[in-house]
DNA sequence: CTGTTAGCGCCTTCAC
DNA sequence: GTGAAGGCGCTAACAG
C-alpha cells in the first residue's frame, strides 16, 4: 500500500537516486527523465515520507511551541506571531497545550523532543527549570516564551511582569481606591507571583493595604467564583479595587459584578485585568487592561530560536523584555 | 553528539536488543539489567529518536489538527476538545492554523500527511475537498471538523448550521425585526454559506427582507467596519437586526453600535452572533447567540477517527450532526 | 533472558 | 546525467 521511491523508480524506468534527484535537486535531472518520475509519482500518488527524511537529515523543519492554555486569546496571539515568523524562515509550528499542568508540559515537551523538532518554544509552568535544561544541554534549542531566564542561561521573549503589576495598582489607587485585591494564581505560575510582586511594590509605596487572593486558575469561571465571595461579604469588607492577573479572571469578576443590585464600576470597584485581549474592550463594562504585545513576542520568540541555530561556535542567547503598557477604560474610569 | 541506543549498550554493556526491549518491553528484561540500561540512558541523556521509531513502526503517534483560526476562542474549545479525547487514546494532537488561506491549508495538510500522522482532522476552507480525498486515499484517515460530508465519503462531526442560521433569523423576526441583515463571509466558506441559506429559509417564511453584507472574513475588525459603513447610512436604510455569521464580527459590530450616539441596542438595531463564545456572555451588551457544543465536536472527532481506523475490512464512517441552540441575551431582549 | 541481524524509506556520496 | 550502495536509529524476529 505505501508507496516508496523505489516504486517510483521503478515505474519510472529509472534508479532510486534519480528519483530522490528530482524531488530535492531538479537541476541535476534532464528535463525529460524529470517528467517521467513526476508522472510515475503523480500516479502511483508517492509522497514523501517525513520521518525517513528526519532520520536521515538529523532534524525536523518544525519548531514545537507549549502555551499554558490554548484557550486564552493573548497564547493564540503569541501563537499566530510564531507562525508568521517561522512562516519566513520556511518552518512550520506545532502547537500544543499544557494546560497549566506539569504533567502535560513534560509529556509535550518530551514529544517535541523526541521527534527532534529544530527548537521548543515554551512558556513554562513553574520556576523549575531543571527538565527544559537537561532539553537544551541534549542539544534541542528552546526558548522561554512571557517569561524572563533569570540567570540568563535561556533566550527569552518577556514581559516586565512587575512593572505591569506595579503599573495596574498604581493606577487603582491614583484612581482614588484604598482597598485593593490582587486576584490570580496559582502563585507557582512565575508570571502571576511577578505581577503580585509589582502589585505589592506600588502598594507599598503609596502605603496602600493589598489583599491577596489566590485563584486556583485564570479562567471565567475562576473569576466569577471569586466574585461570588467578594459579593458574601459585608459591603465595608469588599476590595474597592480589584487587580486581576489576566483578562479572563477580570471578565468573569465583571460577569457577576454588574449583576450585582448594590455594586457599581467602577465607582464602588474599580478593576484591572491583564493582557489586554482583543475581547477586553467589548466587555460588558470594558476593561482597564495591561497590554502586552503578543503577536510581537510570538515572533520574537521565533527570532531568537532561529538566533541560537545559526552561530556555530557557542549559541548567542539574549533576553527580550518588553515593557506593558496601562490601557484605561470604562472599569476604572469615572 | 546524538547518543543512540548502540551508545547505550556500549556503556551498559548489553546489546541494543536489550536496550529496546527495556524500552519498549521491560518484562523481558531481568531487573538487574534494566536497572543497568536505564542508568546509562540517564547518565547518557539518550533520548528516543521518533523519526526512527515512526520509520520502523510506519505510523506515529500523533493526529494532525487543522482549523481556519486559532484566534477564533470556538476553534480553541475544539482543540480542547480534540485533545481530551486523544489523551485517553494514548494520542498526542498537533495543531495548525490555516488562517482562512487555502494555500496554507494545503501545505499544512501536505506536512502531516508526509508526518504519517495517524489522521488528520481538517475543518475545511472550501468545499473542494478533492486535495483532501486523495489524501485520504493514499491512506491518511481524515475527519471533516465543523462540517458535514455531504455525499457520505468522510466521516464528519458537523452543526447543522441551516438549521443555525434559520433559528438565528426567527428569533429577529419574532423579536419584530423587518429589515435583517445578514453579515459573514467569505461565502466560499461553506459554513457561512449555509447560515445564509437558513437564514434566507426563515427570512422566506415569513415574507421578510433579508440583506446580505459579505465580509471579507470573520474578525472583531471587520465587524467593526461593517458597523461603520451601517452607521453611515440614513437611518431608515439601516437594517433593525443583524445575524452575524459569527461571535467575532458580532462582537465588532457591537463595539461601534454601542457608542454611536443615535443607536441603542437592541431597540434600533437587534443582534445574533454565532458560536457562542466564552465571552458572548461578557460583551458590552450581552451577545445572542446559536450554540454550538464546541468541545464535543472535537472530542467527537477524535472518536470518528479512531472508529475508522480500527475495522479491518472497509473502513466505518460516520457523519454526526448536532443541533445548534439559541441563546437568547440582552442584544435581542426587549 | 540476552544477542544478532535485517530492514523501515530516504538521501548522498561516489563511480560510471 | 544516471545508477549502486551505505547508513541514519530503531524494533522485532529469531537464535542461542
Redesign the interface.
Known sequence: ???SVRDVARKAGVSVGTVSNVLNSPDKVSKKTAALVQEAIDSL?F?????????RA?K?R?IGLVVLD??N?FF??V??GT?EAAGEHGL??????S?ENSEREN??L??F????VAGILVSPLTSDLSEIS?IR???TPVVLVDRKSKNKTFSSVSVDDVAGGNLAVEHLIDSGKKRIMFAGGPLEIEQIADRLKGAQKAAEKKGVKLEVAETKNLT?LEGRALAEQILARPKNLRPDGIFAANDLLA??I??VLVVAPDVSIPKDIALVGYDDI??A????V?LTSIRQPSLLIGAQAVELLIEETKGDGAPRRRQVVFQPELVVRDSTRK
Request: aromatic share 4%; charged share 25%; no cysteine.
Open positions: 500500500m505505501p508507496v500518488g509522497v514523501r515520507n517525513d520521518a525517513a527524511r528526519q532520520l538529523g525536523s518544525s490554548v484557550r486569546p493564540a496571539e501563537a499566530r507562525e512550520s509550528v506545532l502547537f500544543a497545550n494546560d509529556n509535550l518530551a514529544l523532543e523526541e521527534q527532534r537537561r544541554d541534549r542539544g471565567v471578565l468573569g465583571i460577569q482583543s475581547f474592550g467589548s466587555a460588558l470594558s
